[in-house]
């Protein structure tokens, strides 16, 4: 019988995709659609989309905003279920929904090429198997983000595949997609690592060629906390217990708005002040603030600090995780 190739030039995707959802915390604002900007809520997630090439059609939610770029562009969207398309040519859609938490990013990189296909006439059964897997991943993210792996499978045959993902280290969690080509993972807690993706493909025949398998890593960048610092509330001498009352009133009225800082008070005995005068200052302060003032004993830490000139306070905020302030005597 004479066989008859026809030729199609059609274009089934190879994509390349990220999600990254970043424990980045964002400038406060509200948007109710979705745009590229750089200054970003803290209510809102982000999404960052780049397509090699660029110049496809890019639909968020029904609604086009434009064609896709090798560059990165940023969108901000509400917290909540989002669908994102990209048109490729010859009517081939790349669809997929997305849980958008606030103060989140997820990164999208989508490499598409064509490639050509032949079909025999007449239709000749043969295994479709090997065929090819790969997973597409960011180089790398920022410690919080979340990372999408996405697979693209060329498999010409009937079954459903199963698709089975592996994930290391262990201290690495799928959010979402386990069982299906996309995954997503938090990075939270993983700085300085590799977040390595295994994914196995089984069409369930129990032929070893038709059991594939690709892999793919991406490097998480810590994020570098800001250093807490202790804050200087008052410094002042200690001349009448009234006067002392007025700043240590200040004092506990602070500690109140900030309930997460201890109060530090150091004081100082006067050089020409009785023996135990620093301890005497110390003692009735953190009376004053304990029994006047209802404040928890546990927040009010007392410093001797030596000797000064004449009887004198300082009073410090100090902010959990902060380093306690050090008695400056003179």
């Known amino acids: ?42 209510q809102n997630g982000r999404v960052e989309i780049s397509t090699t090439p660029g110049g496809y059609p890019l639909i968020i ?19 909540g279920r989002h669908t994102v398309e990209i048109q490729f040519p010859n009517n081939v859609r790349w669809v997929r929904n997305f849980d958008i938490a606030a103060n989140k990013k997820q990164c999208i990189t989508l490499n598409w090429r064509p490639k050509t296909i032949t079909i025999e006439r007449p239709v000749i059964v043969k295994s479709p198997c090997p065929y090819p897997v790969n997973i597409s991943a960011p180089a790398s993210v920022r410690e919080g983000d979340i990372i999408t792996f996405s697979s693209d499978v060329n498999y010409a045959g009937q079954s459903s595949l199963l698709h089975t993902w ?17 995954i997503t993972v938090d990075t939270t807690g993983i700085g300085r690592q ?3 993706a295994i994914l196995v493909v089984d069409d369930g025949s129990g032929d070893p060629m038709c059991r594939q398998s690709a892999q793919a890593a991406t490097s998480v960048t810590p994020v570098e906390l800001p250093q807490v610092l202790p804050k200087s509330f008052a410094e002042f ?7 002392d009352k007025a700043n240590l009133d200040n004092f506990a009225v602070a500690l109140q708005s900030e309930p997460g800082s201890r109060g530090y008070v150091i004081v100082y005995g006067g050089r020409r002040s009785r023996p135990g005068r620093a301890n005497q200052l110390g003692e009735r302060s953190r009376q004053y603030l304990v ?11 007392i410093v001797n600090g030596g000797t000064r000139a004449t009887d004198s306070y300082e009073l410090w905020l100090v902010p959990q995780g902060a380093t306690p302030p050090r008695p400056r005597p003179r």
Do not use: H, W
């Not at 939610?61 to 509400?78: C, F, N, V």
């Not at 592996?166 to 996309?182: F, N, V």
């Not at 006047?292 to 830490?301: A, H, K, M």
């Open 291 to 301: 029994n006047t003032r209802n404040i928890d004993p546990s927040r009010i830490v």
């Open 237 to 243: 001498p200690s001349v009448t217990f009234n006067e």
């Open 61 to 79: 939610d029904g609604r086009g905003i434009g064609t896709t770029s090798p560059t990165i562009q940023l969108y901000e969207l509400e917290p």
């Open 194 to 196: 590799r977040v390595a």
């Open 166 to 182: 592996t994930i290391s280290p262990p201290s690495a969690r799928i959010l979402s997609g386990e069982g299906t080509p996309t």
């Open 1 to 42: 019988m004479s066989r008859l190739k026809l030729m199609l030039n059609v274009a089934p995707i190879r994509f390349r995709s990220l999600l990254l959802a970043c424990a980045v915390v964002f400038v406060a604002a509200s948007l109710s659609s979705v745009q590229a900007q750089k200054n970003r809520a803290p």
